[in-house]
C-alpha cells in the first residue's frame, strides 16, 4: 500500500523559514517524481514544486521561486521542501504527491499525503 505522510508544518512569523518533509513508503522511491501542493479554503490545491526520480530535474510555481527549494534523499525515501523568506500567501496546507513523471499538473500524480498546515502570520 502506497502511503505518503508529511511533516514540519508550523505558525511562524513572515519572514521565517521551515522545512516539510514528504516519506514515501509502498513504492520503489527513486522510480517516482514528487511534487508539492497546496490549499487552502479559497482556492483549489496548487502546483508549488516538482522533483524528478533523480533530482535533476525542478519546477516551481513563479510565487516561490527563488524562496523554496525541492530535494529529495532516496536513501532515506524523503521529499523536502525548504521554505525561506515565508509570506502570510504561503498560508495553506501542503501535500506532497507521487507521479511517473515530473509535471506541474495535479493530474500526473496518483497518490497523495494528508497534508501538513503552514500557518505564516505575525
Avoid at 508544518?9 to 501542493?37: D, H, I, K, M
Avoid at 533523480?54 to 524562496?67: A, K, L, M, P, Q
Avoid at 498560508?91 to 500557518?119: E, N
Wanted: glycine share 12%; net charge neutral; proline share 2%.
Amino acid at each position: 500500500q502506497v502511503q505518503l505522510t508529511e511533516s514540519g508544518g508550523g505558525l511562524v512569523e513572515p519572514g521565517a523559514s521551515l522545512t516539510l518533509s514528504c516519506v514515501l513508503s509502498g513504492r520503489p522511491f527513486r522510480s517516482y517524481a514528487v511534487g508539492w501542493f497546496r490549499q487552502t479554503p479559497e482556492k483549489e490545491r496548487e502546483f508549488v514544486a516538482t522533483i524528478s526520480w533523480s533530482g535533476g530535474t525542478t519546477y516551481y510555481r513563479d510565487s516561490v521561486e527563488g524562496r523554496f527549494t525541492i530535494s529529495r534523499d532516496n536513501v532515506k525515501n524523503t521529499v523536502y521542501l525548504q521554505m525561506n523568506s515565508l509570506k502570510s500567501e504561503d498560508t495553506a496546507i501542503y501535500y506532497c504527491a507521487t507521479g511517473k513523471g515530473v509535471t506541474t499538473q495535479k493530474a500526473g500524480y496518483d497518490h497523495w499525503g494528508q497534508g501538513t498546515q503552514v500557518t505564516v502570520s505575525s
